[in-house]
């Protein structure tokens, strides 16, 4: 096209090699794009974007690699009377190698279901019911008190139903039901909503502007008192959550314990519960073209000093991301985002046993202090490829009452305390072993056992759900609750948003298919998981992981630094 000095069009090129096409399950004219914003709709036939209408998706057809190769389709058809969308049983398949889903937005309501009473939600229980603040008189700060009252219907209420202690939550955006649906109104929320927000303050402001007032005449005497108020609210903010490393660990060749400070996430820190890690782009090194920037890694919490603020995140060495952890150095800051992931059940005077595989032994810290702090007398089946890939093993030993060590191969791990024993061969082979009196008079009787949580690999927790019906089964009672905590791949890690951890279940006695996020709730019964899908999610980026790796090989190479 410039040789030919003609403006170069695209839209021949982008049909020959295969087009894009979007699919609406209703009519063009009914999408909001065309109601609030037709100009979209418009550019978007000028690129060669085609639309089909009236068609909902109801399946992904694999090739024979496992990647998408098209999509089947139901042809939805509009009832005459009821004017409502319905499915005809027609079926459709459209050729598809790339497929983005568009599947709009709602409410995170999970905390909610996460504690019952705290959020009262409307009708359809999709929305936070709105609210409003009214002033309560009384003798409360400032002199004034609040209170929460519902909103009347179709009145902008930018609280929520929570009220404790004087303090409330406001939302905005999708989130709230008058302004769900497109940017302009969502942003018009938080325009309209932060008057609200303002005058619960109202007195407190009056006095701060007194105090500036008494700084002097003029607005340059008053900006440094300004200045100052607001350097001690930054100050306290960064303080209370701004993360930076303290130190950085090796455990192992391939292990790592990164301890950060990080007051407010490890107050509210809870056994069983994970965090995301990662570097700032802004203060990654740059190795030629290459910042060395760090995707976000879920890594489980395996110790907090809450007094301190002190967080320890053990880190396994297996791709790039994970690897530039030893990188890190004292006073950088670093995001770390959570708690998150629902809390460990800790039962109360049970006997457990705990199953640990390599990097899951670290999880398994926390959740062994609190077994026993909970008077739980606990068993612990400590499995490692090595002896030599041992770590924190008095931790270990302070949390249960008796530990099995398993190695595969390497040095064994020879016993320190009179009760513990040590078994050549994996997990299933030791617990095997202990039920069948092969490692002495045993400590538990594994009958009396009533919860069984393992961690570790997605093969190790696969062997213990295939053996507890199997060669483990004559052992246990068939009543006993079995655990896995399940490390699907994870992306944003904020509970049901993103989907990129969903796992499928299926129900062992009816078959049925079901899926759950694994970062709203990684502890999953061990019968239900489907390990064969969880394993092939975790190998669908082996290729660019192994690709990231060698990069970063040859980066840190060419710097002489080690990763």
């Known amino acids: 096209a410039a040789d030919a000095g003609e403006s170069p069009d695209f839209v021949p090129l982008v049909r020959a090699w295969g087009g894009v096409s979007i699919v609406y399950r209703k009519r063009l004219q009914d999408s909001p794009a065309y109601r609030l914003n037709h100009e979209e709709v418009v550019k978007s036939l000028e690129e060669g974007i085609s639309y089909i209408e009236n068609m909902s998706p109801v399946e992904a057809v694999a090739d024979e690699h ?8 139901e042809r939805m058809r509009q009832d005459a009377e009821t004017r409502k969308w319905k499915a005809s049983g027609e079926l459709t398949r459209l050729a598809a190698r790339t497929v983005c889903v568009a599947a709009g937005t709602s409410p995170n309501t999970i905390y909610e279901r996460e504690q019952p009473g705290t959020f009262k939600l409307d009708e359809w229980g999709e929305f936070f019911a709105p609210h409003k603040i009214e002033r309560d008189g009384g003798d409360g700060a400032g002199g004034d008190r609040f209170r929460v009252v519902p909103a009347a219907k179709g009145e902008r209420g930018f609280f929520t139903s929570y009220e404790n202690a004087g303090r409330f939550v406001s939302y905005y955006g999708d989130n709230h039901p008058v302004y769900a649906g497109n940017v302009v109104k969502a942003m018009a929320s938080a325009k309209f909503g932060y008057e609200e927000v303002c005058a619960l303050f109202a007195n407190e402001i009056a006095a701060a502007e007194r105090e500036v007032e008494g700084a002097g005449v003029g607005d340059d005497a008053r900006k440094p008192v300004r200045a100052e108020r607001f350097a001690r609210l930054v100050e306290t903010l960064d303080d209370e959550l701004v993360a930076r490393v303290v130190r950085v660990e090796r455990l192992t060749p391939t292990i790592v314990d990164v301890v950060v400070r990080a007051p407010m996430q490890a107050r509210k820190f809870q056994p069983g519960q994970f965090y995301r890690l990662q570097n700032y782009e802004t203060d990654a090194a740059l190795v030629g073209t290459t910042k060395l920037t760090m995707e976000g890694l879920a890594l489980t919490g395996a110790w907090v000093d809450k007094e301190q603020g002190l967080l320890s995140l053990i880190v396994l060495e297996m791709g790039a991301s994970s690897r530039q952890c030893a990188l890190l150095s004292p006073g950088q800051e670093v995001v770390v985002m959570g708690p998150t992931g629902t809390p460990t059940e800790i039962p109360s005077g ?8 390599g990097l899951g032994n670290a999880v398994l810290f926390s959740i062994a202090r609190a077994l026993r702090e909970n008077n739980c007398r606990v068993i612990y089946f400590a499995g490692y490829k090595k002896g030599e890939d041992l770590f924190k093993r008095e931790e270990i030993e302070a949390a249960t009452d008796q530990i099995i060590w398993a190695t595969d191969t390497g040095a064994e791990i020879v016993p320190r305390r009179p009760q513990d024993r040590h078994y050549r061969g994996n997990i299933v082979q030791a617990i095997k072993a202990y039920a069948e009196g092969e490692l002495g008079e045993a400590v538990f009787d594994l009958h009396d056992i009533k919860r069984l949580i393992a961690i570790g690999s997605d093969r190790m927790m696969a062997a213990v759900k295939a053996a507890r019906s199997g060669v483990l089964a004559p052992h246990f009672d068939p009543a006993h609750v079995g655990v896995g905590s399940i490390n699907s791949p994870m992306q944003c890690m904020m509970k049901e948003v993103c989907a990129q951890c969903l796992q499928r279940h299926v129900d062992p006695q009816t078959g049925a298919e079901s899926f759950v996020f694994s970062c709203f709730n990684q502890d999953q019964p061990l019968d239900r998981v489907d390990f064969k899908n969880l394993n ?13 790796n060698l990069w970063l090989d040859k980066l840190l190479k060419e710097t002489g630094a080690e990763a």
């Open 536 to 548: 092939d999610r975790l190998r669908a980026n082996t290729v660019q992981e192994k690709l990231a």
């Open 66 to 73: 496992g990647a998408v190769a098209g999509l089947v389709f």
């Open 350 to 357: 049970e006997q457990v046993l705990l199953a640990g595989g």
